[in-house]
């Protein structure tokens, strides 16, 4: 149980990470928007062509965004929200800010175990 805590952890961890940057938020609203290519959202966001890839590089290494090349022109791009990454992401954040996790606190240390005790 705790290795799979750890591991969810670190994965909401990496997506905070990915998540953290507003051009990269930018980004993922308009694919969520719709599927995009490179110059499209360029286009909408006012941004350079390399900026855009550096940052939907990012985007795609975390599972989060997928890239289809088109099948009859491979220079071009689409760009598309990975419906299930996004499912497990909204899973993960209620199972981790659940307010039914919260227990009370123990007393193992401190002041009010010394105060028990006596």
């Known amino acids: 149980m705790e290795s799979i805590l750890a591991d969810k952890v670190n994965q909401l961890a990496n997506w905070f990470n990915v998540f953290s940057d ?3 938020l930018n980004i993922l609203n308009k694919i969520i928007e719709g599927v995009q290519c490179n110059c499209e959202l360029g286009a909408s966001l006012s941004l350079s062509p390399n900026l855009i890839s550096h940052h939907i590089s990012i985007l795609c290494d975390s599972g989060f965004v997928k890239a289809e090349k088109d099948k009859n022109d491979a220079r071009w791009i689409y760009y598309s929200v990975d419906k299930d990454a996004l499912n497990e992401l909204k899973t993960d954040i209620l199972d981790f800010f659940d307010e039914t996790r ?3 606190c123990l007393n193992s240390c401190g002041p009010k175990l010394k105060s028990v005790k006596k």
């Open 102 to 104: 919260i227990k009370p």
């Open 22 to 24: 507003p051009t990269r």
